[in-house]
C-alpha cells in the first residue's frame, strides 16, 4: 500500500526553504498560503498564428476581461479561464494557456531567428512553440520526449500551434548529449520534477503523488539530463534548466552537480528577471554546501500570479 503523504510535510518542507533564506514568520506563510489559494491563470498570444491587436479585439468582443503583463507584450492574465478555454481562440491555437513562471522560462532562454534549439524535455509543446514564436519559425528547433502518448501530444500541439522550424524525437533525453555533442545554440531544460508547483493543499489528490522519494528519484534523472543538456551545447551557446518546484534537490544540487563536472567550462549566468517575487539560489542547506554561483540561479516565490518555480542559465565558455 503507497504511504500516504501528509500536508503537514509538504508544509514543513516549504518552512524549512524559507527558514534557509530567513524570511519573515509572515513571508513565509505568505508561500505556505499560496499552495491553498487560486492563482490568476495566463496566457500569450500564439504570434505564429494571429496577432495580438486582432486577439485583443476578438477577446472583448467575447467579453473575455484580459490584464497585460508588464513584462511581455504577448502575455496576460484572466481571472477565470474557462470561458477562454473552451473558445475557439484555443482550439485553433491562437493563444496558449501557460502559467507566467513557465513563460518566463521560455522567453529568458532568448532563442534567436535562425539559431539551432533544442528543448530537451519538451512535452506537451508548450515552451517549445513560444520559442519557435520568438524565432519567427525561422530556425531549427529539436524537440525531445521519451513518453510515447506524450510524445504524440506534443506532435498534434505544435501542428495546431503552427510550429514549422521543429523535429520531434521520441528519445530519452540522457543520451542526446553523446550522439549531438555540442550542436546546439541554445538548449532549454524544463526538467521533469515532482511537480510541486502543481499542489493545492486543500486537495489531498493533488500531492498524494508527491514523496521524499520521488524528490530524490527525480534529482537523480534531472543530474543526468543536464549533463546530457549541457554536453550539447555549442561554445558560447547558452541553456536554461528550470523546474516547477521549490526543492533544493531538484534545483541547486542539480545545477550544482553540473559544475563539480564542469565548472572550468561554463559560467551560471546572474539572472536578472522582469519580476520582484524571487530569491537567489541557495549556497546552504540542510547541511549541503554548494557553489558560490548558484547565487545567479532564481528561485520564483509562488504568489496569485505565478507558480512555484527554479530557473538557471548556464553559458558554455569557448575554449
Same mark, same amino acid.
Given at each position: 500500500?503507497?504511504? !500516504? /503523504? ?8 516549504? @518552512? ?80 496558449? /494557456? ?56 506534443? *506532435? ?25 555533442? =555540442? ?15 502543481? /499542489? ?11 514523496? *521524499? ?24 551557446? =547558452?541553456? /536554461?534548466?528550470? @523546474? ?47 557553489? =558560490?554561483?548558484?547565487?545567479? @540561479?532564481?528561485? !520564483? ?19
Amino acid at each position: 500500500m503507497a504511504k !500516504i /503523504i501528509s500536508s503537514d510535510l509538504i508544509k514543513e518542507t516549504l @518552512t524549512a526553504i524559507c527558514d534557509a533564506y530567513s524570511l519573515s514568520v509572515g513571508a513565509s506563510q505568505g508561500v505556505i498560503d499560496s499552495f491553498y489559494n487560486d492563482k490568476l491563470s495566463a496566457f500569450r498570444v500564439n504570434t505564429l498564428k494571429a496577432s495580438i491587436a486582432d486577439v485583443l479585439a476578438g477577446l472583448k468582443s467575447n467579453s473575455i476581461e484580459v490584464s497585460p503583463i508588464n513584462w511581455s507584450d504577448i502575455s496576460y492574465t484572466l481571472k477565470d479561464k474557462s470561458l477562454l478555454s473552451r473558445s475557439s481562440f484555443t482550439r485553433d491555437g491562437l493563444v496558449y /494557456i501557460q502559467n507566467l513562471s513557465s513563460q518566463l522560462t521560455a522567453l529568458l532562454l532568448d532563442a534567436k531567428p535562425d539559431e539551432f534549439v533544442l528543448d530537451l524535455a519538451a512535452a506537451p509543446g508548450g515552451k517549445t512553440s513560444f520559442i519557435a514564436a520568438m524565432m519567427q519559425n525561422n530556425g531549427r528547433i529539436s524537440a525531445v520526449e521519451p513518453v510515447k502518448d506524450r510524445y504524440f501530444r506534443m *506532435m498534434a500541439n505544435l501542428k495546431s500551434l503552427g510550429v514549422t522550424i521543429c523535429k520531434c524525437y521520441q528519445k530519452d533525453g540522457r543520451v542526446v548529449g553523446k550522439l549531438c555533442k =555540442e550542436w546546439f545554440d541554445k538548449v532549454l531544460l524544463d526538467a521533469p520534477c515532482s511537480s510541486m508547483a502543481q /499542489i493545492d493543499l486543500r486537495e489531498a489528490d493533488s500531492y498524494s503523488h508527491w514523496s *521524499m522519494k520521488k524528490v530524490k528519484e527525480c534529482s537523480r534523472k534531472q543530474k543526468q539530463l543536464i549533463l546530457s543538456a549541457f554536453e550539447s551545447l555549442k561554445p558560447g551557446g =547558452e541553456m /536554461i534548466y528550470s @523546474t516547477c518546484s521549490w526543492m533544493v534537490e531538484e534545483n541547486e544540487e542539480v545545477v550544482n552537480h553540473l559544475l563539480n563536472e564542469y565548472s572550468d567550462q561554463l559560467e551560471v549566468v546572474d539572472l536578472d528577471l522582469p519580476i520582484e517575487n524571487y530569491l537567489p539560489g541557495l549556497t546552504n542547506y540542510n547541511n549541503a554546501s554548494y557553489h =558560490e554561483a548558484i547565487t545567479k @540561479t532564481r528561485r !520564483i516565490i509562488p504568489n496569485q500570479w505565478y507558480e512555484a518555480f527554479y530557473i538557471a542559465k548556464i553559458r558554455k565558455l569557448i575554449r
